[in-house]
């Protein structure tokens, strides 16, 4: 649930709620990488839960966090698909 409470918290929380969420989960980010995020999580659906995120989603995600951020995020994600 770690890696969709971080995706979901972009859709209802604070910016500083958002960094506060992430780095619990050991992903630090920026004010500037979580506004530009939310558009993205904005786009979620409900089936994403079965499907996992959009590989083109996952690739705009990467683009804004870079390839460090990214691989720790992506652990979370795939230890909730495992």
Do not use: C
Request: hydrophobic share 40%; net charge positive; aromatic share 8%.
């Amino acid at each position: 649930m770690k890696a969709i409470e971080v995706w979901e918290s972009l859709l209802t929380k604070s910016d500083k709620e958002v960094i506060k969420i992430a780095k619990h989960y050991g992903i630090e980010l920026t004010i500037d990488e979580v506004r530009q995020l939310r558009p993205l999580a904005e786009r979620a659906n409900i089936t994403w839960l079965v499907t996992g995120i959009p590989k083109g989603v996952l690739k705009e995600a990467e683009k804004i966090l870079g390839p460090r951020k990214f691989k720790k995020y992506k652990k979370l994600l795939d230890s909730y698909y495992s």
